[in-house]
T-cell receptor, first 113, second 113 residues
Framework: DGGITQSPKYLFRKEGQNVTLSCEQN?????MYWYRQDPGQGLRLIYY???????QKGDIAEGYSVSREKKESFPLTVTSAQKNPTAFYLC????????????FGNGTRLTVT | AQSVTQLDSQVPVFEEAPVELRCNYS??????LFWYVQYPNQGLQLLLK??????LVKGINGFEAEFNKSQTSFHLRKPSVHISDTAEYFC???????????FGTGTRLLVSP
C-alpha cells in the first residue's frame, strides 16, 4: 500500500538537543510538507518542498531545518533554537503544488523537557 | 492573504442527529476548498474537495459540503451522524494565485449515544 510513514510515533528529548523526525513516502509525489499542530491552533506550515534539493520556508520555519536529498524522504530537524518544540508534527505529500489534495502521515508527537 | 474561520471549536450532537460544521474563508481571488478529518493521534484524511463545477460536493462517510461564493462559506453537513464520526474536522483553502494550503483551527465533533 502506498502511503506516508512517519517515525517514531512518540519522541522524547531533553531541552537543548537537536532531534530529527523522519518522513518517507512511496506515493511518487513531488511535493512534501511539514506541519506543526498545537491544540486550538490548527495546522501551521513549517517547510515545504516542491522538488528534490529544493525547499521553502513556511509560516513558522524558525528553529527548524529540512533536507530533500531524495524524492521519497523529507526529514525535519528540530533544533535547540526552537523555543517551544513540544507539539504534534505532521508530514504530508501531494502530486504537486496545485490543487492536489494532501496525503498525511500519522504524525510524530515530540515532547521536550 | 487568505484565511479560514471555523467558529465552532466543539460541536456536541446525539447519534443519528444531523450536523453542520461551519467554515468561512476570506480571499480576493478564486479558491479551492477542502475538508479533512482527524481521528485521535492520527494524521488528516481528505473528506471532500471543491475545485470547480457543482457547488454541492459529496465526500466519504456520507458527508457533503456546499460552496457558497456570495457568503464565502463551505459548510460541512451530514444528515445522520454515527458514534464513529467523533473526530476533529478541518476546513482548508488554497488560493489559486498562491501555492500554500491554509487550515482553519478545527472543529471537534462529539457524538454521544
Amino acid at each position: 500500500d502506498g502511503g506516508i510513514t512517519q517515525s517514531p510515533k512518540y519522541l522524547f528529548r531533553k531541552e537543548g538537543q537537536n532531534v530529527t523526525l523522519s518522513c518517507e513516502q512511496n506515493l511518487n509525489h513531488d511535493a512534501m510538507y511539514w506541519y506543526r499542530q498545537d491544540p486550538g491552533q490548527g495546522l501551521r506550515l513549517i517547510y515545504y518542498s516542491q522538488i528534490v534539493n529544493d525547499f521553502q520556508k513556511g509560516d513558522i520555519a524558525e528553529g527548524y531545518s529540512v533536507s530533500r536529498e531524495k524524492k521519497e524522504s523529507f526529514p525535519l530537524t528540530v533544533t535547540s533554537a526552537q523555543k517551544n518544540p513540544t507539539a504534534f508534527y505532521l508530514c504530508a505529500s501531494s502530486m504537486g503544488i496545485n490543487n492536489s489534495p494532501l496525503h498525511f502521515g500519522n504524525g510524530t508527537r515530540l515532547t521536550v523537557t | 492573504a487568505q484565511s479560514v474561520t471555523q467558529l465552532d471549536s466543539q460541536v456536541p450532537v446525539f447519534e443519528e442527529a444531523p450536523v453542520e460544521l461551519r467554515c468561512n474563508y476570506s480571499s480576493s481571488v478564486s479558491v479551492y476548498l477542502f475538508w479533512y478529518v482527524q481521528y485521535p493521534n492520527q494524521g488528516l484524511q481528505l473528506l471532500l474537495k471543491y475545485l470547480s463545477g457543482s457547488t454541492l460536493v459529496k465526500g466519504i462517510n456520507g458527508f457533503e459540503a456546499e460552496f457558497n461564493k456570495s457568503q464565502t462559506s463551505f459548510h460541512l453537513r451530514k444528515p445522520s451522524v454515527h458514534i464513529s464520526d467523533t473526530a476533529e474536522y478541518f476546513c482548508a483553502v488554497l488560493n489559486t494565485g498562491f501555492q500554500k494550503l491554509v487550515f482553519g483551527t478545527g472543529t471537534r465533533l462529539l457524538v454521544s449515544p
